[in-house]
């Protein structure tokens, strides 16, 4: 397997820290709002990388935070009067409800800023006791950037005085302009932690690096195997992160450092002061989570993604083909077959998920599957193979998990659905009976609602026509 990784800026085989555990390490979501289609990019790409390091048979022990400390965090619970944990639960559970929806996995590990302050205060004090770190008159502590030889070698940056200064908080009490803090004292009655450094909150940087060290880090070179995110954060967040880790251990944070592109809409970088975030639980009303998560996987995770409806469109077309030819095969037995095409859907995958290449396999399999299918609707050996297939792209690529008949539902509303339920299974009522001429009318009755519906030996069903 080889992934690309961010600082040495190439590809390079993945060879795991301990053969017996890879540790993957992924920056989650601030809790003080929905997700956005940037959140969603980023929780499918590792949710991704997750299944494919899993395929080639390791054990991923993955854990994604929760930053429930937070300055946006205060201020929203001041603006609706809720208290903070009210804020943070709130869009916890929003976001596990979204993540879900597009099929992402919940990490191994989730731990949350609130639940890790001890490890972060270890983490502040060896710091200091190493003289990598400062407390200042009003109590704020800061990292000596000038103290770590080894800085910016993450990002590469090569930053003036004046750029960095516009990059960090400004403070005249720190000694250089690119110093970060890793506590900051609080005295103006909001919220607050007791700590050995007096009140306050910690930096952002300082609880993904203290999380890592308490729950992931190994013996070794490297805390973990791979550190992961946006590109937005390779700077400052993930060089700040690996320069405390450097400093207040022996090792480096990570091995491999995976970046995922921007999400854009119609050409735009995603962003509110640009008043175009697109919410996750917006789409979510118009498109199944499905077709979204096998639209924003479509592309190549380290590009830049251009979300817009017509490629959105194009993609539903794709998976319909896949959805299709799992109906065509419903209600049979799935075994355990290996084939061509998993073997070069998971080589695509391998190969720094290239997902464009695992698609056009995919794509293959679904037309020769159905060319040989009319051919041979009897055919044993391509129904057992095609099922496998089936099965492997489920667990892999986390598509075609659905129960075929009802992905064509989409769109309709659950009372909608409820109601032709009921006038289904009347109908069939009525045709155990012998009752055709009702069993007729509640047919004419069903596909009035834009419904077909189709009897085979496992029940009847229905879809939704386009």
């Given at each position: 397997?080889?992934?690309?990784?961010?600082?040495?800026?190439?590809?390079?085989?993945?060879?795991?820290?301990?053969?017996?555990?890879?540790?993957?390490?992924?920056?989650?979501?601030?809790?003080?709002?929905?997700?956005?289609?940037?959140?969603?990019?980023?929780?499918?790409?590792?949710?991704?990388?997750?299944?494919?390091?899993?395929?080639?048979?390791?054990?991923?022990?993955?854990?994604?935070?929760?930053?429930?400390?937070?300055?946006?965090?205060?201020?929203?619970?001041?603006?609706?009067?809720?208290?903070?944990?009210?804020?943070?639960?709130?869009?916890?559970?929003?976001?596990?409800?979204?993540?879900?929806?597009?099929?992402?996995?919940?990490?191994?590990?989730?731990?949350?800023?609130?639940?890790?302050?001890?490890?972060?205060?270890?983490?502040?004090?060896?710091?200091?006791?190493?003289?990598?770190?400062?407390?200042?008159?009003?109590?704020?502590?800061?990292?000596?950037?000038?103290?770590?030889?080894?800085?910016?070698?993450?990002?590469?940056?090569?930053?003036?005085?004046?750029?960095?200064?516009?990059?960090?908080?400004?403070?005249?009490?720190?000694?250089?302009?690119?110093?970060?803090?890793?506590?900051?004292?609080?005295?103006?009655?909001?919220?607050?932690?007791?700590?050995?450094?007096?009140?306050?909150?910690?930096?952002?940087?300082?609880?993904?690096?203290?999380?890592?060290?308490?729950?992931?880090?190994?013996?070794?070179?490297?805390?973990?195997?791979?550190?992961?995110?946006?590109?937005?954060?390779?700077?400052?967040?993930?060089?700040?992160?690996?320069?405390?880790?450097?400093?207040?251990?022996?090792?480096?944070?990570?091995?491999?450092?995976?970046?995922?592109?921007?999400?854009?809409?119609?050409?735009?970088?995603?962003?509110?002061?640009?008043?175009?975030?697109?919410?996750?639980?917006?789409?979510?009303?118009?498109?199944?989570?499905?077709?979204?998560?096998?639209?924003?996987?479509?592309?190549?995770?380290?590009?830049?993604f251009n979300f817009n409806e017509k490629?959105?469109?194009?993609?539903?077309?794709?998976?319909?083909?896949?959805?299709?030819?799992?109906?065509?095969?419903?209600?049979?037995?799935?075994?355990?077959?290996?084939?061509?095409?998993?073997?070069?859907?998971?080589e695509a995958l391998s190969d720094d998920?290239?997902?464009?290449?695992?698609?056009?396999?995919?794509?293959?399999?679904?037309?020769?599957?159905?060319?040989?299918?009319?051919?041979?609707?009897?055919?044993?050996?391509?129904?057992?193979?095609?099922?496998?297939?089936?099965?492997?792209?489920?667990?892999?690529?986390?598509?075609?998990?659905?129960?075929?008949?009802?992905?064509?539902?989409?769109?309709?509303?659950?009372?909608?659905?409820a109601k032709i339920d009921a006038l289904?299974?009347?109908?069939?009522?009525?045709?155990?009976?012998?009752?055709?001429?009702?069993?007729?009318?509640?047919?004419?009755?069903?596909?009035?609602?834009?419904?077909?519906?189709?009897?085979?030996?496992?029940?009847?069903?229905?879809?939704?026509?386009?």
């Amino acid at each position: 397997m080889h992934i690309f990784d961010s600082v040495a800026k190439t590809k390079r085989e993945f060879i795991p820290l301990n053969p017996e555990r890879v540790t993957l390490y992924v920056c989650g979501p601030t809790v003080y709002d929905d997700a956005h289609l940037g959140h969603a990019k980023s929780a499918l790409v590792f949710d991704l990388l997750r299944r494919v390091l899993e395929a080639n048979g390791y054990n991923v022990v993955y854990a994604r935070n929760i930053t429930d400390i937070d300055d946006k965090i205060i201020k929203k619970a001041a603006e609706q009067r809720l208290t903070i944990s009210e804020i943070t639960d709130t869009y916890t559970e929003a976001y596990h409800r979204d993540m879900a929806a597009l099929g992402v996995e919940r990490p191994t590990i989730e731990p949350k800023a609130t639940e890790s302050l001890e490890a972060m205060f270890e983490l502040i004090r060896k710091l200091i006791d190493n003289g990598h770190a400062y407390q200042t008159a009003n109590g704020d502590v800061y990292f000596d950037t000038a103290s770590d030889q080894a800085y910016l070698s993450i990002s590469h940056q090569q930053q003036n005085e004046e750029d960095r200064q516009h990059r960090v908080e400004s403070s005249s009490e720190k000694r250089n302009p690119a110093d970060f803090a890793l506590w900051k004292s609080v005295s103006d009655g909001s919220v607050t932690f007791d700590s050995p450094f007096g009140k306050g909150r910690p930096g952002w940087h300082t609880e993904c690096s203290a999380m890592i060290e308490k729950h992931l880090a190994g013996e070794g070179q490297y805390a973990i195997d791979i550190h992961g995110g946006g590109a937005d954060l390779l700077f400052p967040h993930h060089e700040n992160e690996a320069a405390q880790t450097r400093c207040s251990s022996d090792h480096e944070l990570a091995n491999y450092w995976m970046h995922n592109g921007f999400v854009n809409i119609d050409g735009e970088k995603m962003s509110k002061s640009l008043g175009n975030s697109f919410f996750i639980k917006d789409a979510l009303k118009v498109y199944d989570g499905e077709v979204l998560r096998f639209y924003l996987l479509s592309t190549h995770y380290r590009a830049n993604f251009n979300f817009n409806e017509k490629d959105l469109l194009a993609a539903k077309k794709r998976l319909d083909k896949l959805y299709r030819l799992k109906k065509r095969l419903f209600g049979m037995k799935v075994t355990d077959e290996k084939t061509q095409t998993q073997a070069k859907l998971l080589e695509a995958l391998s190969d720094d998920l290239n997902v464009s290449q695992a698609l056009a396999v995919i794509d293959e399999m679904v037309a020769h599957a159905n060319e040989t299918l009319d051919a041979n609707p009897k055919d044993k050996l391509i129904k057992r193979q095609t099922l496998a297939d089936l099965a492997f792209i489920e667990r892999v690529l986390g598509f075609g998990t659905k129960n075929p008949f009802e992905y064509f539902q989409f769109g309709l509303d659950e009372a909608t659905k409820a109601k032709i339920d009921a006038l289904v299974e009347e109908r069939s009522e009525a045709k155990k009976a012998k009752n055709f001429e009702k069993s007729d009318a509640l047919r004419d009755e069903i596909m009035a609602y834009g419904v077909s519906i189709m009897d085979t030996a496992q029940g009847t069903f229905w879809e939704r026509v386009e």
